[in-house]
Nanobody, 124 residues
Framework: VQLVESGGGLVQPGGSLTLSCAASEFIVDAYAITWFRRAPGKEREGVSCISSSGGVTYFTESVKGRFTISRDIAKNTVYLQMNNLRPADTAVYYC??????????????????WGQGTQVTVSS
């Protein structure tokens, strides 16, 4: 199982970014895949998850209505569309999965496989 994130960068408050999580050695609709983030000096927190059946969950109240998780099975990629970004969204963003039989959980220790992360910085 391999996950590779991309799409991070520097953006002004109110701007948008789309993060990608490309999977290899499995098909993205086989497992639940979750986006986490870790801000400087803070614990890793679950942001959003898409289950194997396509159901979505947003764990963090502050991202509801601003972030959208989706997937493209043909590209074997999960996306996190982030709109109206705030400085508080600044963090390293990771995607993760547990593998076969996984379900959506916002608890980081549940997950066995992680990408390397992509930095998102929201600043003017």
């Amino acid at each position: 199982v391999q996950l590779v994130e991309s799409g991070g960068g520097l953006v002004q408050p109110g701007g948008s970014l789309t993060l990608s999580c490309a999977a290899s050695e499995f098909i993205v609709d086989a497992y639940a895949i979750t986006w986490f983030r870790r801000a400087p000096g803070k614990e890793r927190e679950g942001v959003s998850c898409i289950s194997s059946s396509g159901g979505v969950t947003y764990f963090t109240e502050s991202v509801k209505g601003r972030f959208t998780i989706s997937r493209d099975i043909a590209k074997n990629t999960v996306y996190l569309q982030m709109n109206n970004l705030r400085p508080a969204d600044t963090a390293v963003y990771y995607c993760a999965t547990r593998g076969l039989g996984s379900f959506c959980s916002g608890y980081w220790a549940y997950y066995d496989f992680w990408g390397q992360g992509t930095q998102v910085t929201v600043s003017s």
